[in-house]
Each structure stands twice: as structure tokens, then as C-alpha cells.
T-cell receptor
Framework: QQPVQSPQAVILREGEDAVINCSSS?????VHWYRQKHGEAPVFLMI?????EQKGHEKISASFNEKKQQSSLYLTASQLSYSGTYFC?????????????FGQGTRLTINP | NAGVTQTPKFQVLKTGQSMTLQCAQD?????MSWYRQDPGMGLRLIHY???????DQGEVPNGYNVSRSTTEDFPLRLLSAAPSQTSVYFC?????????????FGEGSRLTVL
């Protein structure tokens, strides 16, 4: 079962903030965040490991709440370059091995 | 340093034809995987490999075969293409087979099955 992302899409003006949520029905050990621009490959942003650690990447940060089985990605003072589709990835047991399963994505559009 | 290289970038097949999507990485990564991406579905894991000679199934393995004879290469084979396999395919590799490693993605291969 895939993690669930919300919202599915968001439109902002440059300089505004955004929050993207990722939730799972099962216990999480790690959460990955990736960004994909149209027609390109996904690019790694950050990994959060079990322990509730909050990480940052420029003006993009994320939190991981194990008890709630969810992670949130925070984009502060958004820039035009932040536009793209954001994916979270969480752990699943597939064929007896722990593997990364992605959510359906959140499309972020930043307008001037 | 090329990273992850996929070929071809575009391919059109007729139903029932077979083909191989190639994936090569030059980072000496042990872990390699194939994902397919469909609108509204995100990235779904097809097959993966934790090292040469070792492969296993992901979420959506039906209709696809893989092999890993070398560390560098991880081809994906469609034995009898179906329209449901129309998708964008991404190969990805990681230094570690644990879920603590960054995935490096290729540029993708867009496949259309008529």
C-alpha cells in the first residue's frame, strides 16, 4: 500500500510557504523526499530516519512523526525553482525485504 | 561520471512485441531498481537487485523480467508487450541496499505500446 500524500496539487505565488504531508497506515522506519521537474528524473531532497529528526535543505525542511506515522515537507519563501512534483517514499515489506514505496505525488506550481 | 544511463529514451512497440530497456551505472552501486511512473500513481517498484546475481520482485513485477550479471548493468525485459505497459520507466541505483541511501535516477525511458 502506497503512502498517501496531501494535497494532490497546490498553486502558490513566489515567496509564499507550503506544506506537503505524507502519511502511512503502517509503522515507518524512514521517509524519503524527492522532487521531479516536468520531463526529468526525480531528484533526492532528504531522508528522515526513525527518531523524529527534522532535516533541512536550503529553505526546504521536513519533519518525521513516528507515532502519527507521517512526515511533512515545509517549503519556506518559495522560489520559482521549487515548482515540480514532490514524492515521499516510505518503507514496505515486499517479498520479505524492506523496500521503498512512493506516494502518488504532490504537484507544486509557483507563479511569479 | 555519467551516473545512471538509460536507453532508449523513447520506444513505440506493438502489442506482443518484446524489448529490453537498458540501464547502466558507473558509481559501483550494489542496489539497482526499476520503477514505472503513470499519471496519478507515483513511482511503483517493478524489480530490484541488491547485487550481481541477485534479483527480486517489487510491487508490480508481472510482465517484466530482469537479470543482473554485472554490478553495472540491470536490464528490464518485456517479453510480450501489452498496452497496460505504456508508461515512463526509471532505473535507479543506490550505494546501500538499506533504505537509508539516496536513490540516483536515470533520465527515464518513455514506452508506448499500441
Amino acid at each position: 500500500q502506497q503512502p498517501v500524500q496531501s494535497p494532490q496539487a497546490v498553486i502558490l505565488r513566489e515567496g509564499e510557504d507550503a506544506v506537503i504531508n505524507c502519511s502511512s497506515s503502517k509503522a515507518l522506519y524512514s521517509v524519503h523526499w524527492y522532487r521531479q521537474k516536468h520531463g526529468e528524473a526525480p531528484v533526492f531532497l532528504m531522508i528522515l530516519l526513525k527518531g523524529g529528526e527534522q532535516k533541512g535543505h536550503e529553505k526546504i525542511s521536513a519533519s518525521f512523526n513516528e507515532k502519527k506515522q507521517q512526515s511533512s515537507l515545509y517549503l519556506t519563501a518559495s522560489q520559482l525553482s521549487y515548482s515540480g512534483t514532490y514524492f515521499c517514499g516510505t518503507d514496505r515489506i515486499i517479498q520479505g525485504a524492506q523496500k521503498l514505496v512512493f506516494g502518488q505525488g504532490t504537484r507544486l506550481t509557483i507563479n511569479p | 561520471n555519467a551516473g545512471v544511463t538509460q536507453t532508449p529514451k523513447f520506444q513505440v512497440l506493438k502489442t506482443g512485441q518484446s524489448m529490453t530497456l537498458q540501464c547502466a551505472q558507473d558509481m559501483n552501486h550494489e542496489y539497482m531498481s526499476w520503477y514505472r511512473q503513470d499519471p496519478g500513481m507515483g513511482l511503483r517498484l517493478i524489480h530490484y537487485s541488491v547485487g550481481a546475481g541477485i534479483t527480486d520482485q517489487g510491487e508490480v513485477p508481472n510482465g517484466y523480467n530482469v537479470s543482473r550479471s554485472t554490478t553495472e548493468d540491470f536490464p528490464l525485459r518485456l517479453l510480450s508487450a501489452a498496452p497496460s505497459q505504456t508508461s515512463v520507466y526509471f532505473c535507479a541505483s543506490s550505494y546501500t541496499q538499506e533504505n537509508t541511501g539516496e536513490l540516483f535516477f536515470g533520465e527515464g525511458s518513455r514506452l508506448t505500446v499500441l
